[in-house]
């Protein structure tokens, strides 16, 4: 071989070479030992004397017996006896939020770190522009040894994932404490449900996160649209929804009745109207393919069959919210959350239009309700118990009644504070956002009557490839018209199910 | 005499050890720090990437595989065959029309004709375009009912189509106009991957009409002027000094096309995210990272793809490197 012919030669397989490296592969981080290990005691030991009283809590009698504080903490006894004071404690909170949200925050966290009597301070950093960002830094950390936070945003089944690392802990203790945990009266304050939904059947008898925020899956509904239909308000049943769908839709007119936009939490909505549960309620299985589920899947391909709905291309952000303040859309599954953005739209449409959110509507008007409610929560990694500790301590400050309302009216998440569920109702009801639009701020004022409702999607760890497993079924089945229903189903769940048992914690 | 010039020798020769190890020590000093980032953040990397492959690893190594994952990989069900085949479409369909398009551009504009300037920039500017803005916009263009190409389409009466999220070969859909149902293995590229193939080309033929027009600026002229004496015009010309002599940059621009094919992730994310018959490798790859935590069956499928490569490119060297006049 000359050398003309190794030039080429040696080009192609460098450029091979940096083509593999240059694919996306996993992340190559040095090694160290991952803290995978169980929470082991360490040698941090209670102070001889009772710490101070706090605004929270009464004064300890002095000369408290020792007490040996593992990591984490396992009892509130143990919690009681870990000592800030003096420590001066940092630590940092991964998040994702932006714009007014990260204000918002960060005026609460300069007020805690203002007014915490421990000289606890809380640094802000955003890990991400969305909740996976942060989920796989998280994960890259934990894999490269690197440092963690001691708080972060995370979904349930992302929390599960990270507990079974180790590295999230249980609330409980901090919770149940005395002296740094909530009163009776405080936690009645909270939404059951909210509270509720942060327990995790993997890990019974655990607490992996702190509700801040939680938004529930609405019916948006174009009323002008509705009335024009004839009917007077908005559908109470599925067979009503499918019905009004259908005769709204002029896919001619690219005008449709209803809405698929790739989101895994639109079909669980519509398994709960229909009775059903995509997890079985010890976690044993996903069963998303009963006949709740065949029946939620079915009306989506009757919907593409009879041209009713549209489906959003994947890269198109916001196409449904778009449609629907263009008049193009009736009905509109989707979060609470996004009712402000929804308005803005309409408020900046051509034709600007009479507009609400409804209840998801249900299989039988008579049944009991059952309604998709989600939202990430703040979670606790395992770093120091002091640490832990401080975590927790701004999480209960963030949660405050004033703090919940204000992060409500400026997230445009539900507050999860009953007492303060009803300063956030006036401030939508009296905001110039919804001026225009009385009925979509009467809706809001709904929602917290709704959440008694509220059924959760899937909190184990691995539901993330189980939703998306769960969007290529409905495009392949309604979108594509290809196949049955049932069989697409059951194919989906021997998958999730798979994955259920690949995830479960060891 | 002899002991006195053997002495002058081995001074002599003791001197150039000397000299040659100083030069030696100085290129490994000049060459370190281009070594040693090549180490940190090729190689370690790479070695490490294996290593992963080896094991069941979602988060940290959980169970030592050995080449389980590529057995897992390599079995007749897995999805590995199917991401592949995908990409191999892809590449068989980008990379002629790419290049066949770019040399009739670079043709065109490498005569005297008014505007050239501006055409050959213009034809370059969707290669300087942010990708993920482009793949944006385009994907916007193919939206189902709002995009600008079913509205021209059903402007002339024709029917609509689905294009990004479209799961159908195109086969499938030309027979159905025609009531005629095609066979299972005869359907074709799906039109998602057919629209994503049409975007590829208008970003990348202007890059390829570049490299191919230096290489035509290389060409002597005096090769065409004695041509010409000889009676050769047109397609002669064409056929027997533009096409030899523009060889190397055909075969470098074909290395690189085919190995950006199979590496091809960004622009296939932002308009499918890989449905709808558009998973090819390097997707498959990043969906088992990143939404299943599979890092080492990912590792496996990484160097799974890059001995594809490394094969493809070494029969594209064996074969098609022989045909090129230097």
């Not at chain 1, 299985?285 to 709740?292: E, K, L, Q, R, W």
Request: net charge neutral.
């Amino acid at each position: 071989m000359n050398t003309r012919k190794i030039v080429p030669f040696v080009a192609a397989l460098g450029l091979a070479l940096s083509a593999c490296a240059g694919a996306p592969q996993p992340t190559a981080a040095p090694q160290q030992a991952a803290p995978t290990t169980a929470p082991q005691p360490t040698a941090t030991s209670a102070p001889p004397a009772a710490p101070e009283a706090t605004a929270t809590a009464a004064p300890e009698p002095t000369a408290a017996p020792t007490v040996e504080i593992n990591n984490p903490p396992r009892t509130p006894e143990e919690v009681d006896a870990i000592d800030l004071t003096g420590k001066n404690v940092t630590i940092k909170f991964w998040h994702r939020y932006a714009g007014s949200q990260v204000t918002k925050v960060l005026e609460i966290a300069n007020d805690f770190n203002q007014k915490n009597p421990y000289g606890i301070k809380v640094e802000l950093e955003q890990a991400g522009a969305s909740y996976d960002d942060v989920y796989n830094k998280i994960n890259a950390s934990i894999q490269g040894g690197g440092e963690l936070p001691a708080l972060s945003i995370a979904y349930q089944n992302q929390a599960a994932l990270y507990r079974s690392e180790g590295v999230v802990i249980d609330l409980t203790p901090f919770i149940q404490s005395k002296k740094y945990g909530l009163s009776q009266e405080d936690l009645a304050d909270f939404f059951p449900y909210f509270l509720e939904s942060d327990k995790n059947p993997q890990f019974p008898g655990e607490v992996l996160g702190w509700p801040t925020q939680r938004s529930m899956e609405v019916l948006y509904v174009n009323l002008d649209m509705l009335n024009a239909l004839g009917a007077t308000e908005p559908p109470k049943t599925l067979a009503e929804m499918e019905e009004l769908a259908c005769k709204a839709a002029n896919p001619a007119q690219e005008t449709y009745g209803f809405v698929w936009k790739n989101d895994a939490s639109d079909f669980a909505a519509l398994v709960f109207a229909n009775g059903g549960d995509l997890l079985a309620p010890d976690a044993s299985a996903y069963v998303f393919n009963s006949p709740a589920g065949v029946e939620a899947l079915s009306l989506y391909k009757r919907l593409f069959e009879k041209g009713c709905a549209v489906a959003i291309p994947t890269s198109e952000r916001f196409g449904e919210q778009n449609r629907f303040a263009a008049g193009k859309l009736l009905f509109v599954p989707a979060s609470s959350s996004g009712l402000p953005f929804y308005a803005s739209a309409i408020n900046a449409a051509e034709k600007p239009f009479k507009w609400t959110i409804a209840m998801f509507p249900q299989a039988s008007a008579d049944a009991r309700p059952k309604i998709d409610l989600f939202g990430a929560s703040w979670s606790v990694l395992k770093t120091t118990p002091e640490q832990e500790l401080a975590a927790w301590l701004f999480m209960k400050h963030f949660t405050e009644k004033e703090n919940t309302a204000a992060w409500a009216i400026t997230s445009n998440y539900m507050a999860v504070r009953q007492s303060a569920a009803q300063i956030a109702i006036e401030q939508v009801k009296n905001s110039s956002r919804f001026a225009n639009f009385p009925e979509a701020a009467e809706g809001y004022a709904k929602l917290y009557d709704w959440i008694q409702y509220g059924a959760v999607e899937s909190p184990v760890a691995g539901y993330d490839p189980v939703r998306k497993l769960i969007q290529e079924t409905v495009q392949k089945v309604a979108v594509q018209g290809e196949g049955d229903p049932a069989e697409a189903l059951n194919a989906a769940v021997e998958q999730a199910n798979q994955l259920l048992a690949e995830y479960a914690p060891k | 005499m002899t002991v006195i010039a053997s002495g002058r020798g081995g001074a002599a020769r003791s001197r150039m050890r000397t000299s040659t190890k100083r030069e030696a020590l100085l290129a490994y000093t000049l060459l370190s720090p281009a070594l040693l980032l090549f180490l940190a953040f090729t190689v370690f990397p790479l070695a490490f990437g294996l290593v992963i492959s080896l094991y069941n690893w979602r988060i940290v190594p959980r169970e030592f595989l050995g080449l389980g994952n590529y057995a897992r990989a390599l079995a007749p069900n897995s999805e590995m065959w199917s991401a592949l085949s995908t990409t191999v479409v892809y590449s068989l369909l980008s990379v002629p029309v790419q290049l066949s398009l770019a040399l009739m551009l670079a043709y065109l504009l490498f005569q005297k004709i008014r505007g050239k300037g501006f055409f050959r920039v213009a034809m370059f500017l969707p290669y300087v375009t942010s990708t993920v803005a482009s793949a944006a916009v385009w994907a916007r263009l193919y939206s189902p009912d709002i995009g600008i190409i079913n509205q021209a389409l059903k402007s002339f009466g024709l029917q609509p189509l689905k294009w990004l999220m479209e799961n159908k070969g195109i086969f499938t859909l030309l027979a159905e106009q025609f009531n005629v149902t095609l066979p299972a293995g005869v359907t074709g590229p799906s039109l998602a991957l057919v629209a994503v193939i049409i975007y590829t080309t208008w970003v990348f033929v202007g890059y390829d009409m570049t490299i191919f027009l230096a290489g035509l600026g290389n060409i002597p002229g005096e090769l065409y002027e004695a041509a010409r004496i000889d009676g050769a015009s047109g397609w002669s010309l064409f056929r027997n000094i533009t096409l030899p002599l523009l060889s190397p940059t055909t075969f470098f621009l074909s290395l690189i096309t085919i190995i950006g094919t199979f590496k091809a992730f960004n622009h296939i994310w932002v308009m499918t995210q890989g449905d709808y018959g558009t998973t090819t490798a390097s997707i498959l790859i990043y969906r088992q990272m990143y939404e299943f935590q599979r890092a080492g069956y990912a590792s496996a499928l990484a160097f799974l793809l890059f001995t594809v490569i490394l094969i493809v490119t070494i029969l594209q060297n064996r074969f098609a490197g022989q045909r090129v006049v230097y």
